[in-house]
């Protein structure tokens, strides 16, 4: 038997059962605020993963192999954070233990899957799937920011580049118009008017307080009100689809881990919706988890759960009538990926041309009604007197 075959089979012996442990609280509450804005990246976090596993495959002692990472981490509060887990660790305390005391770090799903792992003996492969769990993850978001940051860019760039013309341009050319005995008409007339308003000072101070106070909202809004907001975003042309479809890969990717390990149904719910941040989806989960609980199939369930995508319930019902989860989950949760970048080379191929052509016509036709006046006025008075 492999060594990720033992993994599944310790898994689907002890992880439920070691999900209704409860674990210490972190130390104090100044230890769980450290370092918030410095903590270490997800690609730290996978690289640490995958290089304990070495140290514990080479039968390292534990304690010494986390001392040993934390002296070779440059991230500060991450090396501070394994060496107080190398010490409990040292004093007797199990890994999983020490670690759910760094929660920042080490959440509710990786605790389970490396307590299993560690009570099976099987902690190297159980830390190398943690590593490959979260570099899907991360593969996952990557697509996802990847189909939304070129138009933010573009739209952004070119906003700016139009602000700056109104506001430093204009007035410029106003000047020069009035000197040569031009005269502002219709389309110019309107942007010399644009112009005029924008730099006036109430409007200028509104201006740049708008996008700080628009930041801030947005986030209040998101706060108190995720549901409503999750939902806005939804209705947003692409950037609601490239959401959904990013929450339900890490959704499955989670729910394959947890199922295949012989984690209830119910119980992989709730932990796979840990795993996710859309507030849509995060509800439609928790419907779901009712519904099977009132005794229906989760097919059945997953069809009058609104929300979800008719691709994902199909194959989620198959999964489970055919019960072949651990093939169709995983098969599932690539596929999502694959469209995400998909969708990311679409919008590229699409966005890029139409975005650069609008803006440029834009400001094309900004700058047009600059030098159209102006050289009417130097054409008139290059030209003869009567």
């Not at 991450?78 to 040292?90: D, K, N, P």
């Not at 007035?171 to 040569?180: C, H, K, L, R």
């Not at 509104?206 to 106070?213: G, H, K, Q, S, T």
Request: aromatic share 8%.
């Amino acid at each position: 038997m492999s060594a990720s075959e033992q993994l599944k089979a310790q898994l689907k012996d002890q992880l439920s059962a070691s999900m209704g442990d409860s674990e210490a609280p972190p130390e104090n509450a100044s230890q769980a605020r450290a370092g918030y804005f410095s903590r270490a990246t997800q690609p730290e976090i996978a690289n640490f993963y995958r290089s304990f596993s070495v140290l514990v495959k080479a039968d390292y002692p534990l304690g010494k192999a986390l001392t040993l990472m934390a002296n070779t981490i440059t991230n500060a509060d991450f090396s501070q954070s394994l060496r107080r887990v190398a010490v409990q660790v040292e004093n007797g305390i199990p890994l999983s233990r020490a670690m759910a005391r760094t929660p920042w770090y080490f959440d509710t799903v990786s605790i389970s899957v490396i307590k299993a792992a560690e009570e099976g003996g099987t902690l190297a492969s159980g830390l190398e799937f943690m590593a490959e769990t979260i570099d899907t993850e991360m593969e996952v978001r990557e697509q996802a920011v990847q189909i939304l940051t070129y138009p933010t860019l573009v739209v952004g760039g070119a906003s700016a580049l139009i602000l700056g013309i109104l506001w430093f341009v204009a007035p410029t050319f106003q000047g020069f118009i009035a000197e040569v005995g031009g005269e502002a008409e219709g389309l110019s007339a309107a942007v010399f008017a644009l112009s005029d308003f924008m730099r006036h000072p109430v409007v200028a101070v509104a201006m740049a307080v708008a996008p700080i106070a628009a930041f801030f909202g947005v986030r209040k809004w998101k706060a108190k009100d995720p549901m409503g907001f999750h939902r806005a975003l939804g209705r947003v042309p692409l950037i609601g689809t490239v959401m959904m479809k990013a929450s339900l890969a890490r959704f499955t990717r989670m729910f394959y881990m947890m199922t295949t390990s012989g984690v209830g149904i119910l119980q992989s719910l709730d932990l796979a919706k840990g795993a996710v941040d859309n507030a849509v989806l995060q509800r439609a989960i928790t419907v779901m988890h009712e519904q099977i609980e009132q005794g229906k199939t989760m097919g059945m369930a997953l069809r009058e759960t609104k929300g979800l995508p008719p691709v994902f319930v199909e194959m989620m019902s198959l999964a489970e009538d055919t019960g072949r989860m651990d093939e169709l989950l995983p098969a599932l949760e690539i596929s999502l990926r694959k469209d995400l970048g998909r969708t990311a080379r679409r919008v590229t191929a699409i966005i890029e041309p139409v975005l650069t052509g609008v803006m440029g016509i834009v400001v094309l036709v900004v700058l047009l009604s600059f030098f159209v006046p102006y050289l009417e006025g130097v054409a008139s008075l290059s030209s003869p007197q009567m």
